[in-house]
């Protein structure tokens, strides 16, 4: 749409550990999907919304040189490509999408005599995000050498290219098994939705802005619980007190019954068992409990 054409297209990594959560984010918002011979282009079937399939490192520079309007994309590699300053111009981070959650953190071998961050100073550091990395060591006022490594990171150590490493962590099991420990986390991410800087159609914008909505509105109902049950209006207090609720109830009259009130309220997943069973004790009646599968603000 940048380019005349008449499609929105959203990039997302074609493998890894964030592809499947995307897609499958995206037909939550409600699109439907036929994909390419190659499988590397998914034509959108009920929208003109079209997803590529990519390197999770080439999303930023499609996003700023306009080839994609969206992308879904580790928060680390936007950051990393901020701070590096390759273009004048940067993707806009719209929303956090809640999966793909890990942290960069710093990590020395198992009975290295560096314990905490400043240890490092004066040190080597291998890493493939040498631009976050420069970044955290400035603010923590550490002067140590950067050793950008591409792969394998965490076998640096051992080859004697760095004392330390600065790489992504989920579980941590990856470096256990190369007996290495963590001392300092750099920062923390997860898969976000960005934007292209580059100017669009008012057109564009329209569908962009749907398309933004309805991803939102998916996440919002993750997890989320509609509450439905008749009360006494007495118990009303105490009703509400009790509730993992998201936003006030609605609560209405009965015809007839003066003195009982329907109440529905949307509630966290934290919505239990326990909670259902003291709604009763406080004599509310007809409980039930719906999933929410998607909401629009």
């Known amino acids: 749409m940048n380019d005349g054409r008449e499609r929105l297209r959203i990039a997302v990594q074609k493998s890894g550990r964030l592809s499947e959560a995307s897609l499958d984010l995206l037909r939550r918002a409600g699109l439907a999907f036929r994909a390419s011979r190659d499988k590397l282009f998914l034509y959108g079937e009920n929208l003109p919304v079209d997803v590529l399939l990519v390197r999770d490192d080439d999303i930023p520079g499609l996003l700023v040189e306009g080839s994609c309007e969206l992308g879904m994309v580790g928060r680390n590699v936007l950051d990393e490509q901020r701070l590096a300053g390759d273009t004048a111009t940067t993707p806009t981070r719209l929303l956090d999408l809640g999966f793909g959650g890990c942290r960069l953190a710093i990590a020395v071998p198992d009975g290295s005599a560096i314990d905490v961050p400043r240890d490092l100073g004066g040190l080597r550091i291998a890493t493939s995000y040498p631009a976050l990395l420069a970044d955290w060591l400035r603010t923590q006022g550490i002067e140590a050498e950067v050793v950008l490594l591409t792969g ?53 914008t329209q569908m962009l802005e749907r398309l933004v909505a309805r991803i939102a509105g998916a996440l919002s109902g993750a997890g989320a619980r509609l509450l439905m049950l008749q009360a006494p209006r007495a118990a009303l207090p105490a009703i509400t007190r009790l509730l993992p609720s998201r936003e006030a109830p609605s609560v209405l009259g009965l015809d007839g019954r003066p003195d009982d009130v329907a109440m529905q309220a949307l509630c966290n997943a934290s919505l239990d068992w326990q909670h259902l069973e003291e709604l009763k004790r406080l004599g509310a009646r007809g409980v039930m409990v719906l999933n929410v599968e998607r909401m629009l603000a």
Do not use: W
């Open 152 to 204: 394998s990171v965490e076998i640096a150590p051992r080859l004697g290219k760095a004392h330390a490493i600065c790489d992504l962590v989920s579980s941590g099991a990856t470096l256990a098994a190369n007996q290495l420990h963590e001392i300092a986390t750099v920062m923390h991410s997860q898969a976000v939705l960005a934007s292209s800087p580059r100017p669009r159609s008012a057109a564009a």
